[in-house]
């Protein structure tokens, strides 16, 4: 298992918020004049199903990022933590960007010394990060492999073939305590998803569906479970979810600013959200409130074939869902959309190091992750008891420098918890996905929420969906077509320690591990949200003819979530007057207060059922019903207290109040204020 199996067996003892060796210098194993750094041969390697094909062509052009280590890494860490803890006497007292680089970013002369070697190696410096965290180089493979002292390789990755160093990576003693990490030589297991690959192409949702839970009832179908199901929500506006989630009155977001990552950048994203709020009854988006920082697409990968594999503009529905979820809970709140290069764990990196930089967004949504496993495939030797890790230490080191810079800035990094339960249908290995997993961000579960025609909350449970369809006859409901098809991620690391802050409030974890998620919000599809988006549609629609034009439809997905939840906090950061920053101590200090509502399971229905159109577009080519049912979430169940769906609960107006009326003084106005889900 690599490296990473030390980390989890040490980490597992750890009484604070970091991995022992999260945001250290390399290892001192010298190697003739040289240092090795720790954990940057894949761990998967290790397994001799995982076959070495041979070696990369020494001319192929390779790029890579250097990461560099904080001026005081052991201070930087300790700072985060006192900052995050509200019984600190530092808590709320974060520092200036300007501080943050005094005290604690790579310098000059360390940038210098780094590039310096890199350029002695024959490779071409193309950029530096923001903040000096690294330093961007491209080269020939033998160049990358004699620099770093390995050989890059090529491997039998269950059935790809892809490139990894075949040894850890090594650096010359001159430059060791300046380097914190490498990443982007390999991708193999360092490409995220988004949640969902929804739209650009079109979309509609089938009628009847309701406006609001159980308005409309399938009559002419037969019962499930002993009852006649209401048909599904044909999507919660933002004027509904605000309501059940206590965001109400003057407060809305105004003067705070959320930051959203995703892959690649759709050019409606704004256009596209101020027509979905005037056509919903909100404001459209102020001159200036929305920001487009993106970098440019598939700019800064060596894979050619990078927007292609990463899902090109599935991404786009994604996109459209997190600013419209923020924007709908948050009117008043700025906007940066800092979409990265791709959707390599190196190009996402470069834009969450590019956010901390800019010092204006406090609150940063994530609707993306990656499982810490190859998909355990027993024939690749792959199994429970020694699983496929993709997750390298030096992948953690390089978001946990950015993360712990967020946080001593007062910056919050939120990220969906993932939609594929506890990972074993997907992967085959029962794990919390990452980033959602590091103990330094908030992980956001995902709930099935009924809301009333006043706008209130009827019931609220875990998210977990097994769908039946409808029998040949039409008469019942198959019930041997039942099929688990998502849910809520959530679990227990195994490579993270149990967070200080986690406890007394999270029980029944054996394993001393990270528990996920912190916090829910509505995420069922089936009780989803409502979103606006220009798509491609391939035939004719209530929205208009065949062709390229906006549309809606519901969405869900801890991909929701996440944003909803972005929202809520600059909402609550304007009522207190400053920023929550890493949010993760006080989320769990209030949990003994009673201020969340707490998912226990208990629905009016055992489910919904949907009604489709078998195109996606119309009724021309029929009608599809099927039955989704509430709170079956894999291994995952939601109960009283702190659970693996959905955290310590949802946010209330009582948890609204608490935050906005027990702050004061702090970092405050210095700083001018701070996914798409799984179907349709």
Not at 7 to 33: N, R
Not at 200 to 227: D, E, H, I, R
Not at 297 to 313: L, M, Q, R
Not at 372 to 385: F, L
Request: glycine share 14%.
């Amino acid at each position: 298992m690599g490296s990473l199996a030390i980390l989890a067996a040490a980490a597992l003892g750890a009484a604070t918020l970091t991995t022992p060796s999260a945001s250290a210098a390399p290892s001192p194993s010298a190697q003739g004049g040289r240092h090795r750094i720790d954990g940057s041969r894949p761990a998967w390697e290790s397994n001799p199903k995982f076959e070495k094909l041979g070696t990369v062509a020494k001319s192929k052009q390779v790029t890579a990022k250097v990461w560099l280590a904080a001026k005081d890494a052991a201070g930087l860490a300790s700072l985060a933590q006192s900052v995050s803890d509200p019984s600190s006497a530092d808590y709320g007292h974060y520092l200036s960007h300007s501080q943050y680089v005094a005290r604690f970013a790579p310098t000059q002369a360390q940038v210098d010394a780094v590039t310096g070697w890199l350029k002695d190696a024959g490779l071409s410096v193309t950029s530096v990060g923001a903040d000096n965290h690294y330093v961007a180089v491209s080269g020939t493979a033998d160049q990358v492999s004699q620099a770093f002292g390995t050989t890059l390789a090529k491997f039998d990755y269950a059935g790809t073939t892809v490139q990894a160093p075949d040894s850890d990576l090594s650096v010359p003693s001159s430059v060791a305590s300046s380097v914190l990490a490498v990443t982007g030589l390999s991708h193999a297991g360092h490409m995220v998803k988004p949640q969902d690959l929804g739209a650009p192409a079109g979309y509609v949702n089938a009628t009847p569906c309701s406006s609001y839970y159980g308005q409309k009832k399938a009559t002419s179908l037969p019962k499930f479970q002993g009852k006649t199901l209401p048909y599904a929500v044909c999507g919660y506006t933002p004027k509904q979810l605000r309501s059940t989630y206590g965001v109400n009155g003057t407060l809305n977001g105004s003067g705070q600013t959320v930051a959203i990552v995703d892959a690649f950048d759709s050019s409606d994203l704004a256009a596209d959200t101020s027509t979905y709020s005037t056509r919903h009854g909100d404001a459209a988006l102020k001159p200036g409130q929305f920001q487009d920082l993106s970098f440019p697409e598939g700019a800064s990968t060596d894979s050619p074939t990078a927007i292609e594999d990463c899902g090109g503009n599935g991404w786009y529905g994604e996109q459209t869902l997190d600013v419209e979820a923020v924007h709908g809970m948050a009117p008043g709140a700025g906007i940066q959309y800092v979409g990265a290069a791709s959707c390599y764990d190196d190009d996402l990196l470069a834009s969450l190091s590019k956010i901390v930089s800019l010092d204006q967004a406090s609150i940063v949504s994530n609707s993306w992750g990656e499982p810490t496993v190859i998909a355990n495939d027993p024939a690749d030797g792959c199994t429970a008891a020694s699983p496929c890790l993709t997750i390298d230490q030096s992948t953690i080191d390089a978001y946990e420098s950015v993360f712990q810079q967020g946080a001593v800035q007062g910056i919050g990094f939120y990220f969906s918890s993932g939609d594929d339960g506890d990972e074993q249908a997907n992967a085959g290995y029962t794990h919390p996905d990452f980033p959602a997993g590091d103990p330094w961000v908030t992980a956001v579960g995902g709930t099935a929420l009924g809301v009333s025609q006043s706008g209130q909350r009827l019931f609220e449970t875990g998210w977990g969906t097994n769908k039946y369809s409808l029998a040949a006859n039409g008469r019942s409901w198959d019930q041997g077509s039942k099929t688990w098809l998502y849910g809520a991620g959530g679990g227990f690391s195994q490579l993270f320690a149990q967070p200080s802050y986690q406890r007394g409030v999270v029980t029944g974890d054996r394993t001393g591990g990270r528990a996920v998620p912190d916090i829910a919000m509505d995420a069922d599809p089936t009780t989803g949200m409502l979103v606006g988006e220009t798509q491609d549609f391939a035939e004719a629609s209530v929205f208009g003819p065949a062709g390229v034009h906006y549309g809606e439809y519901r969405v869900g997905g801890t991909s929701l979530a996440s944003p909803l939840l972005a929202g809520v906090q600059a909402v609550a950061q304007q009522g207190a007057g400053k920023r929550l920053g890493f949010a993760n101590p006080l989320i769990y200090q209030l949990a003994r207060t009673g201020v969340y509502y707490d998912p226990t399971g208990a629905t009016p229905d055992p489910g919904n059922v949907r009604h489709d159109y078998a195109n996606g577009y119309n009724a021309d080519d029929g009608t599809i019903d099927t039955v989704r049912t509430f709170d079956q979430d894999s291994s995952l169940t939601a109960h009283r207290g702190w659970d693996d769906v959905t955290g310590v609960g949802t946010v209330t107006s009582s948890y609204l109040q608490k935050v906005t009326g027990q702050h004061s003084g702090g970092h405050g106005g210095g700083h001018g204020g701070h996914g798409g889900g799984h179907g349709h």
